[in-house]
């Protein structure tokens, strides 16, 4: 039988052979983590993407993130290593949807959240992922916000930015979505002392009982740089496996058990090993025109928020 490690190294092997660069989400595995050349949220994998010196990237991630690889390295092979893992919320609103929305809304900047597909991005102005949405929307000349598709992470945003008028569309994350102030008070009454961290893109209900609320990179600092020893986290269960990893001195809780991205956890390890060994993973195609018009606003992200 060929135990995990047997199976890392092969890959490790395999992706200097076949010159490919590993992707990984913070929200994968940890057995991914440790083949990965780079392990990030959305606005550092999609700055890596693009300076990767390999001539492969293949994205351990959700269908939206390897779409934005091959929008910032369009002579590059991407490969997704799951066809199957994709993110509902990317789902939830086409570019037609767009369209509509911008012409109900005159004179509003459209702000697209990363987690959206590359057809959509050519509808908007400017992309953010939940590390950046703040500091970008703050630096945008424009005050009138159209903030697209999670209504959630929009309102978190906007709460910091009371200068600016926000519209938003009703979209949201499934998984964090089901997270309840229900199990706020549950998990804080069977871990009195530990510290709420959550994403926001958490229902307010649950962002406003937290003790800190930021991206899963914002999370993962706090954890780590805290002098607090007990942590109650409120995103992706992958978190909590990998801040334990890193912070052997500290306990970490899921905050509910329905944080479980399962398109996220859709990719293994052998999907990794298939992908790399040239018999597995979707390679990505964009048309030239989408993936012009859809690199302008992230390259207004990457220049708003650098
Ligand atoms: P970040 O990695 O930007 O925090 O986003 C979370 C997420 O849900 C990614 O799909
Ligand atoms: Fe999409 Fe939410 Fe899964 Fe991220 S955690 S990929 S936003 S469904």
């Not at 390897?66 to 570019?95: F, R, W, Y």
């Not at 400017?126 to 159209?146: C, F, G, H, Q, W």
């Not at 600016?164 to 009195?192: D, M, S, W, Y």
């Not at 706090?222 to 909590?240: H, L, Q, R």
Request: hydrophobic share 40%.
């Amino acid at each position: 039988m060929t135990t995990t490690r047997e199976l890392q190294d092969r890959i490790l092997e395999l992706k200097k052979k076949n010159d490919v660069c590993i992707l990984a989400h913070a929200y994968q595995s940890h057995d991914i983590w440790e083949v990965a050349d780079y392990v990030g949220d959305s606005y550092g994998l999609s700055v890596q993407a693009s300076k990767a010196p390999q001539k492969t990237v293949l994205m351990a991630g959700v269908r939206f993130m390897a779409e934005t690889c091959k929008i910032l390295s369009p002579d590059k092979k991407v490969l997704l290593a799951n066809s199957m893992a994709g993110c509902p919320m990317a789902q939830e609103m086409d570019k037609d949807a767009v369209l509509r929305m911008k012409e109900e809304n005159p004179g509003f900047a459209t702000v697209a959240y990363i987690n959206t597909t590359a057809s959509l991005k050519t509808a908007v102005d400017v992309i953010v992922t939940s590390s950046s949405a703040v500091k970008i929307i703050r630096n945008m000349p424009e005050k009138d916000i159209l903030f697209i598709p999670d209504c959630n992470l929009g309102r978190w945003v906007a709460d910091q930015i009371p200068e600016k008028n926000f519209r938003f569309f009703n979209g949201g994350c499934p998984t964090h979505l089901r997270i309840t102030p229900l199990e706020v008070a549950q998990a804080r009454a069977a871990h009195p002392g530990a510290l709420v961290l959550v994403h926001p893109e958490c229902r307010p209900e649950v962002t406003e009982l937290s003790d800190y609320a930021g991206s899963t990179t914002g999370i993962m600092k706090y954890a780590k740089e805290s002098d607090a020893k007990e942590f109650i986290i409120g995103t992706e269960s992958s978190i909590v496996q990998h801040l334990q990893f890193e912070c052997p001195d500290k306990k970490f809780w899921l905050l509910s058990k329905q944080c479980v991205c399962h398109n996220m956890k859709m990719t293994t390890l052998v999907d990794i090993y298939n992908a790399v060994a040239g018999i597995g993973g979707e390679e990505i195609f964009l048309s030239d025109e989408v993936i012009e018009a859809s690199r302008k606003p992230i390259d207004r992200m990457i220049e708003l928020g650098g």
